[in-house]
């Protein structure tokens, strides 16, 4: 049963524009979530995270937002560069329970 | 500080072998999970380790196996090779176990192949 899903496997974007990868959840209990990025032949890489408590969290060029009304979350990435292309994960915690992710959303940044 | 590895990055097996799959935590690093990753499957969560006990397991059938030693590196057992098991195997680290945020540190992972 599949709690963290990534209903677009892929997404292209130029470079310099704006790219929304998005992410929704069944589990309302979730208290924290986690977006991941993986290159090829490389372990995933912590990206960004944000409390069940807040909205909105901003890192540089990412930002996650969370809905909770809609179970939804979203990582903003602005502008995009070709460095960003890669595999998206986007992971939900419960504490006491292992990290849930979804199946991924692999990111194209063309020049 | 050195990361998560892995060993051995890549093997080539037949069906009906058993495999068996190391990782070194990070230093420091109590909590050790493993993740399998397919195409159009994403990560699917193994089991975690915490102080030498099984914490929590994901829904494998019981040819997945593993186990953590006192220095926290971690060991995964799959037993009796399908096809299926195909797969990127992943380990990660964190210092506590799985009642903190969830940000965990992958190994660059082994590649299981069989044939």
């Known amino acids: 049963d599949q709690q963290v899903k990534q209903n677009s496997p892929s997404l292209s974007v130029q470079e310099g524009r704006i790219s929304i990868l998005n992410c929704d959840y069944t589990?309302?209990?979730?208290?924290?979530f986690l977006w991941y990025k993986k290159y090829p032949a490389e372990g995933p890489t912590f990206l960004i995270s944000?409390?069940?408590?807040?909205d909105k969290n901003e890192d540089g060029r990412f930002t996650v937002f969370l809905n909770k009304s809609a179970k939804h979350l979203s990582l903003h990435i602005v502008p995009s560069q070709p460095g960003d292309s890669a595999v998206y994960f986007c992971a939900a915690n419960l504490a006491g329970y292992a990290l849930n992710f979804g199946k991924g959303t692999s990111l194209l940044v063309t020049p | 500080k050195a990361g998560v590895t892995q060993t051995p990055r890549y093997l080539i097996k037949t069906r009906g072998q058993q495999v068996t799959l190391s990782c070194s935590p990070i230093?420091?690093?109590?909590?050790v999970s493993w993740y399998q990753q397919t195409p159009g499957q994403g990560l699917q969560f193994l089991f975690e380790?915490?102080?030498?006990?099984?914490?929590n397991k994901g829904n494998f059938p019981g040819r997945f196996s593993g186990r953590q030693f006192s220095n926290s590196r971690s060991e995964m057992n799959v037993s009796t090779l399908e096809l299926g098991d195909s797969a990127l195997y992943l380990c990660a680290s964190s210092l506590e176990a799985s009642d903190n945020t969830g940000e965990l540190f992958f190994g660059e992972g082994s590649r299981l192949t069989v044939l």
């Open positions: 380790y915490f102080s030498e006990t099984q914490r």
């Open positions: 944000i409390s069940s408590i807040k």
């Open positions: 589990n309302s209990m979730f208290d924290y």
């Open positions: 230093s420091g690093h109590r909590s």
